[in-house]
C-alpha cells in the first residue's frame, strides 16, 4: 500500500514529536506544524495546493470539448423543457382565473 503524502511528510503517519508522549519536553498539539506562524501556516497550505493540482488528472482537449458540449445541450433541453412547463402552467391559470 503506497503511502500519501503531503508538502511536509507523511499524512498517514504521525509526526515524530508527537509518537513520544513520555518526553520530558513540552508537547504542542501538531508537532512541527502547529509550531509555524500565520504566514509559515499559509505557505504550508499553499504548497499543499500546489501538491494536489498536480494529483489532478487534466481532461485532454477532445474531452473538454466533449464535456463542454454534453453540459451546453443539457442546459438547452432543460431551458425548453422549464419553458414549456411554465407556458402550460401561465395558460391554466389564465383559464382558471382569468
Known amino acids: ?6 508538502a511536509v511528510g507523511s ?6 514529536e508527537d509518537e513520544a508522549p513520555d518526553s520530558k519536553k513540552k508537547s504542542r498539539k501538531g508537532g512541527k506544524r502547529g509550531k509555524k506562524g500565520p ?3 499559509l505557505a504550508l497550505f499553499y504548497r499543499q ?7 489532478v488528472v487534466w481532461p485532454t482537449r477532445s474531452q473538454l470539448t466533449t464535456y463542454t ?13 422549464v419553458t414549456v412547463i411554465d407556458y402550460g402552467f401561465q395558460e391554466a391559470v389564465k383559464y382558471v382565473f382569468g
Open 49 to 55: 495546493i500546489i501538491a494536489e493540482l498536480r494529483k
Open 11 to 16: 499524512i498517514d503517519m504521525p509526526d515524530a
Open 1 to 6: 500500500m503506497r503511502s500519501v503524502t503531503d
Open 69 to 81: 458540449t454534453v453540459v451546453i445541450v443539457f442546459v438547452v433541453i432543460m431551458i425548453g423543457l
Open 39 to 41: 504566514l509559515g501556516r
